[in-house]
């Protein structure tokens, strides 16, 4: 085990604010990524039911399996 | 497939976490803040390799005129651009205290800076063009064109004199490093690839969606799911 306390885990022997920085960045990256791609599925799945709702107006004979 | 990736990566991400925070030492020259090395490391290699497949599947759709292997390259380059901005993210952050700058225009900074300019050249240019195919065929033509710039990042510790060190890791050599410290850092490259592919795999999905939106069988699917 290389930290006898949490304020020395933090501290990372005085370079803190490079090794947090780095990982902080690359986190918000990452869940960035994987938010902007959900949403662009919701977007896309929404938009696409509009549409499907409109041609069920257009047509309300046509039977939905 | 999607939801194997992502429960691998976020097992391979704790664990190279744990041995990279909790398991390898203290660097007898850098202290603590090496410990970058378990992002910057695989991001960099990351961001070259993602490169290469794009434009691999890039080069494949416009040979053969296959639209799915043009939609994985296009779902490829944002994850690619995405890690080459954290390596020279925290490229930045390590140099600063080890080098005493951010940023210097060495040889491998500055071409791994191109690649990033590559990689959003790539996006623009096919988010410019309206029709898909005739942006598929453009982007490839950069993609190809950029491929050139990958041995120059991989050598360039090598042609020039950088400031940038060396590989501490290549595959003929014995690694220049503690094991543990090896370990950490190979099982945080596996995270990044599962990752990766996790996150392509989704974005393709997407992509194919959106661009395959006039067929039967996306009506049919959308008629399935709103039932």
Known sequence: MNWSSASEFFSMGGYGLYVWGSYIVTFICVIGEILLISNRRRTLEKRYSLIHDLNKKEMPNETTS | MIPIFSFAAIVLLVAGLYVGFFVA???????????????????????????????????????????????FATAIAPTGAMFTFIALWTGALWGKPMWGTWWVWDARLTSELILLFLYIGFMSLQAAIDDPRRADKAGAIIALVGVVNIPIIYFSVQWWNTLHQGASVSVTQAPAMATTMLMGMLIMVFASWMYSIAVILKRTRVIILERESHTAWVAELQRKETV
Do not use: C, K
């Open chain 2, 25 to 71: 030492p203290t660097d007898f020259q850098q202290g603590e803040a090496y410990r970058i090395i378990f992002i910057h490391v695989p991001a960099a290699w990351m961001s070259m390799f993602l490169y290469v497949v794009m434009a691999f599947w890039a080069g494949i759709g416009l040979a053969f005129n296959t639209r799915l292997s043009s939609m």
